[in-house]
Every structure is written in C-alpha cells, then in structure tokens.
C-alpha cells in the first residue's frame, strides 16, 4: 500500500517496483544531508565528502550576508571539504539538526529543500555560541546508487548569538 495526499491506494503488482525505486531515492537523498551535517559535526572526512559530487558548488553567501560576512563561493568537492573541515576541526563542535525535507525527482537530478538548525560552539570559549536556523536549497545528481550534492545554497531565516566569532 502507498498514501497519495488524499487516500491510501493498493498499488497493482507493476507499480510496486516503481514506487519501491522511488522511495529508496527519497531515502538516499535525505540522506545524502544527513552525511553533509553528521560529517561536519564528526569531523569526518570521508563521510563528509560523500555527500558531494565532484564539480559540487556550496554558497553560504546568503546566510552569512545577513550578518555582513562575505565568504567565497566554494567550488570542487575537495575545496568544500577542506575549506569547511579547517575551520571547524580542533575550534569549534557543530550539532546539525534537518527538518522539513521537501524532495522533487526527475530521472538523475533532483531538488530538496529543508530546515537545517545548526548550533556552532567554540571549543576554547563555549559561552560564545551561534545558533543559526537555515533553508537549505539543494540540487542532486545520482551517483550509482548514492546521490550526491551538485549545488546547495544556505539562506539564514534568523540566529542567536555571535556568528562572527564563530565564522571570523
């Protein structure tokens, strides 16, 4: 049995198979986040460079406008995760909390949109924090079985606390 928005239907034994393939692609993509926010907060590498295609773009720009930092546009796999990882490894523990998954599939590619609410404390002085709650736009590529980030940009809907101690 599947769930449609208005009913529950019985799905014929031909559409079993389709609707099979189809979750476990909205599996695979939500967690494909889930590797980008647990590899951060682990300081995983690995873990946290699966969740990325190759040529993948990460631009944090909107978000970090609102408190008028002006970071790079990050470009390659390989600059996300060192880039991102150098900050954070050894200064500063993330938690990253997803919520709110939306998730639109056509063929290879997808979009997801989601709520991420991470919290930032520095290692030396944890009374300085930065709580941030973040839409996250994100196109996807499948990778074999996984899929991968292709673009995300994270947009800030507000945060508590210094987000210039956190960033510089």
Do not use: C
């Amino acid at each position: 049995m599947y769930v449609t928005r208005d009913r529950a239907l019985t799905a014929p034994a031909h559409d079993t198979a389709a609707a099979v393939a189809e979750l476990r692609d909205r599996a695979e993509i939500t967690d494909t986040l889930y590797r980008f926010g647990l590899g951060q907060d682990l300081k995983d590498k690995e873990l946290f460079a699966s969740a990325f295609a190759t040529d993948a773009e990460l631009d944090f720009r909107p978000a970090a406008s609102k408190w008028g930092a002006k970071p790079p546009l990050m470009s390659g796999r390989d600059t996300i995760v060192t880039t991102i990882l150098d900050m954070f490894t050894g200064r500063v523990d993330t938690t990253h909390q997803i919520t709110n998954t939306r998730i639109t599939i056509d063929g290879d590619n997808a979009r997801l949109t989601a709520l991420v609410e991470a919290q930032h404390l520095p290692i030396a002085d944890a009374a300085t924090h930065a709580l941030l709650k973040n839409p996250y736009d994100v196109d996807l590529v499948r990778d074999g079985d996984r899929w991968v980030i292709r673009r995300l940009r994270i947009d800030n809907a507000w945060y508590t606390g210094d987000p210039t101690a956190i960033f510089g």
